[in-house]
């Protein structure tokens, strides 16, 4: 199946010279997801809620669904509360 994907993507690629691909890495992983944990004196960004690591949302300050990119210049440290929250998908 991915050999079946791989050889469709370029298809579809070739046929649409339009099309502009996006980061493909959308998910911090768990190194960076530390250094976002220290780098927010491991509190949430919005509340600044005490944050336990494996309690906070690493978040992307412009929106992934934006353009935005996953790199540690474009991340934040949320709690559950402030990432989920209407505020914070609006802002």
Not at 23 to 40: A, C, G, T, Y
């Amino acid at each position: 199946m991915e050999w079946r994907d791989e050889i469709l993507r370029r298809f579809f690629l070739r046929w649409n010279d339009d099309v502009n691909i996006r980061d493909q890495k959308r998910l911090f992983n768990n190194e960076e997801r530390f250094v976002i944990w220290l780098l927010s004196d491991k509190k949430c960004s919005k509340c600044e809620t005490e944050l336990e690591l494996a309690e906070m949302d690493a978040d992307h300050v412009e929106r992934w669904a934006d353009g935005g990119e996953t790199i540690l210049n474009n991340a934040q440290a949320l709690c559950a509360n402030c990432n989920r929250s209407v505020s914070a998908a609006t802002a």
